[in-house]
């Protein structure tokens, strides 16, 4: 197959242009992969007495128990608490409230994701067994479906599930992305390096790594701007969806894995005279 490139152009403008699609894939996973660290930031907890009242409480938990416990009860409160932070407004942490004795649950949604991102490795037989595209295809679905489901079900909006519900249903769906986008990843990726010959793989591989390198730096720019962890998910989910549209578009079957199914389905042919 590499022969065959080589008699035509092996690194023409359908791939630089199919690189370019590569390279959005490439931000997009890079803001999936990078989003939950700025997700997880945290702010510092303040609490102090509320209407000059002695401070009997030091400890600062003990406080937002009592704090938390008034709004449940819908009663006054001798404390007052709040999130503090120059760097980041509103992240995961204030938003659901994962404090004290729930501050473990920020770590646990990230090693969801990187455990999705292992579960990913069986990307490779479902891709040789149905094709790049078609593999990328039924990942992609997936991953858009996953995403309306999850936004719907963590917004404001949506009085059905508490706050600590929403944030379980944050890390089911970290999980489901990491499965889904480290699959996409590596689909993309072989894809590039099926389009051309060897001899440009060093070129592609360049390439690829600074549009993932520039996703970290865009994820960076979105969250100093926002300083809003939901408005960043948004940002990341719309990202995705504008690649993803992209490449189902414009992106064919890999010509090299169309090659070989045909030199397989020719060999009896060949071996039998």
């Known amino acids: 197959m590499d022969v065959l490139l080589d008699s035509v152009r092996p690194f023409g403008w359908s791939q630089k242009f199919y690189l370019g699609v590569f390279g959005l894939i490439m931000i997009s996973s890079s803001l999936n992969f990078y989003s939950s660290v700025f997700f997880t930031a945290e702010p510092e907890l303040k609490c102090y007495p509320?209407?000059?009242?002695?401070?009997?409480?030091?400890?600062?938990?003990?406080?937002?128990?009592?704090?938390?416990?008034?709004?449940?009860?819908?009663?006054p409160s001798a404390y007052e608490c709040n999130?503090?932070?120059?760097s980041h407004n509103f992240t995961l942490i204030n938003d659901f409230e994962l404090v004290c004795d729930k501050s473990y649950l920020p770590s646990l949604s990230q090693t969801l994701f990187f455990v999705g991102c292992i579960c990913g490795v069986?990307?490779?037989f479902i891709s040789d067994k149905f094709g790049r595209k078609?593999?990328?295809?039924?990942?992609?679905?997936?991953?858009?479906?996953?995403?309306?489901?999850?936004?719907?079900?963590?917004?404001?909006?949506?009085?059905?599930?508490?706050?600590?519900?929403?944030?379980?249903?944050?890390?089911?769906?970290?999980?489901?992305?990491?499965?889904?986008m480290f699959c996409i990843y590596q689909i993309a990726y072989i894809l590039a390096y099926e389009f051309t010959t060897e001899k440009y793989h060093t070129l592609t591989t360049n390439i690829l790594i600074s549009f993932y390198v520039s996703g970290?730096?865009?994820?960076?720019?979105?969250?100093?701007?926002?300083?809003n962890w939901r408005h960043t998910n948004l940002f990341t989910t719309c990202f995705f969806l504008f690649s993803s549209v992209i490449f189902l578009i414009f992106i064919p079957e890999s010509p090299k894995l169309v090659f070989f199914r045909k030199t397989q389905c020719l060999a009896p042919i060949f071996t039998s005279k």
């Open 50 to 75: 509320t209407n000059n009242q002695s401070l009997t409480k030091t400890n600062d938990c003990d406080m937002w128990k009592n704090f938390t416990m008034s709004k449940i009860e819908n009663t």
């Open 83 to 86: 999130f503090e932070s120059k």
């Open 122 to 124: 069986f990307n490779g």
């Open 134 to 180: 078609k593999s990328a295809t039924i990942f992609i679905i997936l991953m858009i479906v996953s995403s309306i489901i999850y936004h719907v079900l963590i917004d404001d909006s949506f009085i059905w599930l508490s706050k600590i519900n929403k944030f379980y249903v944050y890390c089911i769906y970290q999980f489901l992305k990491g499965v889904l």
């Open 216 to 227: 970290e730096l865009i994820i960076m720019a979105v969250f100093y701007f926002t300083r």
